[in-house]
């Protein structure tokens, strides 16, 4: 699934380890999702929208939409 997860996590000035660590999640996950290779439950979506302060939709691409 396409994302704006780096995008985001660089305007923060933020680390991988420092975003999984805010998310309850390993840096490699943070890695995995940034890269596309792996997709996010959709608890986990929301806490990431959540954490940036921005709709689901706002970070996520639906290509399904």
């Known amino acids: ?3 704006r997860l780096k995008l985001l996590r ?3 000035g933020w680390t991988q380890e420092q ?3 805010a998310l309850g999640v390993s840096r490699q996950a943070v890695n ?3 890269t596309e290779k792996h997709d996010p439950s959709l608890d986990l979506a929301y ?3 959540a954490l940036f302060e921005r709709p689901v939709e706002a ?3 639906n290509p399904h939409a």
Request: charged fraction near 35%.
């Open 47 to 49: 806490r990431i929208a």
């Open 59 to 61: 970070v996520f691409d």
């Open 32 to 34: 995995a999702l940034e």
């Open 1 to 3: 699934m396409k994302n």
């Open 10 to 12: 660089a305007e923060k």
């Open 19 to 21: 975003l999984g660590q």
